[in-house]
């Protein structure tokens, strides 16, 4: 495999297919800035940042975990880590001098504002700032406070409290300007955009040295297919935010591996033929961002989804395929009458997404099929649409349950309606006995008050870590209650009224 590193592009072999990108960086690069906190991508500690070339041949760089990203999905890429930014202060480019080197303005920022107390989460919070630094100088922007809470989002702090650290954030562009050399790294990624697909085996040193596994990296869709008929075993790899976990936390052995991310089709957003076509390799901050801008209403659900490095690197076709009960994306999707593209060999079919679920953790694909693509109807948008999210941290959570809702009105009258709800049974769905209850009926208070009652019959909860039965259901009724206020003809409260956003005292300034 090959990928750029500390300025040239750099060659690995001999590496196990499941080897983390941070055990690689402290193990065998020796750049031990990059840390190890929880090994599943929630503090944030080892977050490093990707640059790869878009369909323009643009840079972009997104922010990852390192903890749980395979080495193989390296390919072909750009790594950043703390250690390039002292590269990139100031007398490193020579237009400062004195004998002290100064810092790169992320560092000098976080040293000004005391935003580093023990500072083992520091390296990661600076790269995290420096993916927001370059984004924002590069579209010549300055983030407000509580945007950079949000691109803050995946990295924990015990010690500060977080203000210093947003102080330093604001602080950052203030000083001299330091930026990356975008050139440099574009024609780094345009020579190994030449190298062939990546084929790469290892053997297994954690389970069977004896056995090797392979990686494969198809390009096209063709290739894709063809691979998932000829290895159907293989397991199919998108952004590492799931199946990291199973390596890290659970052991597991997962075999041969046929990576998503370098098929260009599959990670296309675009309307086609009156539908949003998500390709199911598209990351979840750009399918998220697609969603939103055509239905603001789904913003608070979008900044909440996980956090930034997560969204990132995961994939929204992941999320949709994965099938747990408590996934943000379903009950979203069932609510603006998502279908799902399915796909084996040269043979596509569609399914309603409401019947890809067959029960718990079990779905509706085919031996040699895979999720091609989610395809949202452009109608849906048309009717009002509202998301919520509910856990226990604001941040980088799994759902207690979560609610896709979308109404539609002729006057005061419900003319349709769909209410799905996650966390609330073995799968996502949507509430048919409330939904009747609604349907053809005013929109109003006893309206409401009839399809809480109906809600009871649609779903029966369990209790678990995260929430009661008893306190699932009450959420789900007051969650009706509020679509109710925030849609009522004549009178519906403001948007600020109710977003959970109004609600981050850490973001204030």
Not at 205 to 226: C, G, I, K, V, Y
Not at 295 to 312: E, K, Q
Not at 411 to 439: F, P
Not at 499 to 509: E, G
């Amino acid at each position: 495999m090959h990928f750029y590193h500390r300025g040239a592009i750099v060659s690995v072999q001999g590496q196990q297919t499941t080897r983390s990108v941070l055990d690689w960086l402290r193990e065998n690069a020796r750049s031990t800035g990059t840390k190890e906190g929880c090994n599943e991508g929630d503090c944030g500690a080892c977050t490093v940042v990707l640059g790869e070339l878009d369909a323009q041949g643009e840079l972009q760089l997104s922010s990852v975990n390192a903890c749980i990203q395979f080495l193989p999905t390296l390919d072909g890429k750009a790594l950043f880590t703390v250690e390039d930014l002292q590269a990139m202060a100031p007398a490193a480019q020579g237009c400062c001098g004195g004998a002290a080197q100064p810092l790169h303005p992320v560092q000098q920022a976080l040293v000004e504002c005391h935003g580093s107390q023990c500072g083992f989460c520091t390296p990661g919070f600076a790269m995290s700032l420096w993916n927001s630094y370059e984004q924002h100088q590069q579209t010549g922007t300055v983030p407000t406070r509580q945007q950079l809470a949000d691109e803050l989002s995946g990295n924990l702090c015990r010690c500060t409290g977080y203000r210093p650290i947003l102080d330093a954030g604001q602080r950052m562009f203030d000083l001299p300007t330091a930026r990356l050399d975008r050139t440099a790294v574009t024609q780094a990624l345009q020579e190994l955009a030449r190298q062939p697909a990546l084929h790469y085996s290892a053997p297994n040193a954690t389970h069977d040295a004896r056995r090797s596994d392979h990686f494969h990296s198809p390009r096209t869709l063709q290739e894709l297919a063809a691979l998932r008929l000829a290895l159907p075993q293989a397991r199919l790899l998108a952004g590492c935010t799931d199946i990291g976990l199973w390596v890290n936390k659970q052991l597991r052995d997962v075999g041969n591996l046929i990576y998503l991310g370098e098929v260009a089709e599959l990670c296309a957003i675009e309307e086609r033929e009156g539908t949003l076509w998500i390709g199911a390799g598209a990351s979840l901050e750009q399918a998220w961002r697609a969603l939103a801008a055509r239905a603001p209403t789904l913003t608070d659900v979008w900044l909440r989804f996980a956090s930034l490095p997560i969204r990132h690197a995961g994939t929204m076709g992941g999320n949709v395929a994965n099938g747990s009960p408590i996934g943000d994306s379903p009950p979203i999707l069932m609510a603006l009458d998502a279908a799902i593209e399915l796909r084996r060999g040269d043979t596509v079919r569609r399914l309603p997404l409401t019947e890809f679920y067959l029960d718990y953790m079990k779905n509706a694909l085919q031996e040699g099929e895979f999720v091609q693509a989610i395809v949202v109807p452009l109608a849906a948008f048309a009717r009002q649409l509202r998301g919520y999210k509910v856990s226990k941290r604001f941040d980088c959570d799994i759902s207690a349950l979560c609610a896709g809702m979308a109404i539609d009105l002729d006057g005061d009258t419900v003319r349709s309606v769909r209410l799905a709800y996650g966390g609330m049974a073995a799968t996502v769905k949507r509430a048919a006995r409330a939904e009747a209850t609604l349907l053809g009926r005013p929109w109003n208070q006893d309206s409401v008050r009839a399809a809480q009652q109906a809600l009871a019959q649609d779903f029966q909860p369990l209790t678990d870590m995260r929430a009661s039965s008893a306190y699932r259901l009450q959420v789900a009724q007051n969650l009706l209650q509020r679509l109710w206020l925030e849609t009522r003809p004549g009178d519906p409260l403001d948007a600020g009224a109710t977003s959970v956003f109004s609600v981050m005292p850490h973001a204030a300034a």
